[in-house]
């Protein structure tokens, strides 16, 4: 497809041919019970929801909302994944958990990991094999280095969304934006200067599933006001698919993406965040 970053990327062939390589570690996103049906072979199934994310109460700004990191390492080396694994993620909801467990592990210092194309649709779709045994893994010793410069707090987004260098793009759903469909939250709105572009036009509707050609990414995001010269943050409702959008930018080639991870959860349910529907 040409993407300025395709390395972020597995393609089915590649994983077939390196799907016994034990320095290279599938996981499967999906429910328990979608793993235990059917998954691709030597895949380890993510025994955690919601979404590798801390269930926090909302309104309290502690910087992130993402897993600790000490739950994260244990999480990782029950899965088999070290510092130096090759992993690759997939799942059967159009890359929403994939690209979030990509970026974890990008916050968490491991860049060696790779979004499945297409995911379980694709793998389906073109008869590549499967299998209801799962996969248990050696342990194995992950370390986790947080990298500050991938995510946002609310008081980093309240001093950047005004600035003009700066754009903020808001990855929900119309009627999210719109202000019709609370999701819970206090308040109704998105932050002021952001731009609207929903998550799931990034990935084709055809059986496959597969991401849109680079061209056609590109002309959504201009269309729809951004450039990829300036910092952009991107958030949602509660930073799963806020994530996919980063994901979908850096494949792009964009330099300088980070996540508000706390997004509207934390956003719209405090008092000193300003919220807009103009």
């Given at each position: 497809m040409n993407y300025p970053r395709a390395e972020l990327l597995a393609e089915p062939?590649?994983?077939?041919?390196?799907?016994?390589?034990?320095?290279?570690?599938?996981?499967?996103?999906?429910?328990?019970?979608?793993?235990?049906?059917?998954?691709?072979?030597?895949?380890?199934?993510?025994?955690?929801?919601?979404?590798?994310?801390?269930?926090?109460?909302p309104g309290e700004d502690h910087g992130t909302f993402v897993m600790p990191p000490d739950q994260f390492e244990q999480l990782m080396s029950k899965l088999g994944v070290s510092n130096d694994t090759t992993v690759v993620t997939y799942d059967d909801n159009n890359a929403l958990v994939a690209s979030r467990l990509w970026w974890v592990l990008k916050y968490y210092g491991h860049t060696n990991a790779k979004v499945l194309d297409g995911g379980w649709h694709r793998w389906l779709t073109e008869?590549?094999?499967?299998?209801?045994?799962?996969?248990?893994?050696?342990?194995?010793?992950?370390?986790?280095?947080?990298?500050?410069?991938?995510?946002?707090?609310?008081?980093?987004?309240?001093?950047?969304?005004?600035?003009?260098?700066?754009?903020?793009?808001?990855?929900?759903?119309?009627?999210?934006?719109?202000?019709?469909?609370?999701?819970?939250?206090?308040?109704?709105?998105?932050?002021?200067?952001?731009?609207?572009?929903?998550?799931?036009?990034?990935?084709?509707?055809?059986?496959?599933?597969?991401f849109l050609p680079r061209e056609d990414l590109e002309r959504m995001a201009t269309e729809a006001g951004f450039t990829p010269d300036k910092a952009t943050i991107t958030y949602c409702q509660g930073g799963i698919r806020a994530a996919h959008a980063a994901f979908v930018l850096e494949l792009l080639g964009w330099d300088n993406v980070r996540v508000y991870d706390g997004s509207m959860r934390d956003w719209a349910n405090r008092d000193d965040t300003p919220l807009t529907l103009e």
């Amino acid at each position: 497809m040409n993407y300025p970053r395709a390395e972020l990327l597995a393609e089915p062939d590649w994983l077939m041919e390196h799907r016994d390589d034990p320095n290279v570690r599938i996981i499967d996103c999906a429910t328990l019970e979608a793993y235990r049906r059917a998954h691709i072979p030597g895949a380890v199934q993510l025994p955690t929801h919601y979404y590798i994310k801390e269930n926090g109460p909302p309104g309290e700004d502690h910087g992130t909302f993402v897993m600790p990191p000490d739950q994260f390492e244990q999480l990782m080396s029950k899965l088999g994944v070290s510092n130096d694994t090759t992993v690759v993620t997939y799942d059967d909801n159009n890359a929403l958990v994939a690209s979030r467990l990509w970026w974890v592990l990008k916050y968490y210092g491991h860049t060696n990991a790779k979004v499945l194309d297409g995911g379980w649709h694709r793998w389906l779709t073109e008869g590549r094999p499967v299998t209801f045994h799962a996969t248990r893994p050696e342990p194995a010793t992950f370390t986790a280095r947080p990298n500050p410069a991938v995510i946002v707090s609310a008081q980093d987004l309240k001093e950047m969304h005004t600035d003009t260098n700066c754009q903020v793009l808001d990855a929900r759903t119309d009627a999210e934006w719109d202000g019709e469909n609370a999701r819970g939250n206090k308040r109704v709105g998105r932050v002021p200067g952001a731009k609207h572009l929903e998550w799931l036009n990034f990935v084709a509707k055809d059986d496959r599933r597969q991401f849109l050609p680079r061209e056609d990414l590109e002309r959504m995001a201009t269309e729809a006001g951004f450039t990829p010269d300036k910092a952009t943050i991107t958030y949602c409702q509660g930073g799963i698919r806020a994530a996919h959008a980063a994901f979908v930018l850096e494949l792009l080639g964009w330099d300088n993406v980070r996540v508000y991870d706390g997004s509207m959860r934390d956003w719209a349910n405090r008092d000193d965040t300003p919220l807009t529907l103009e």
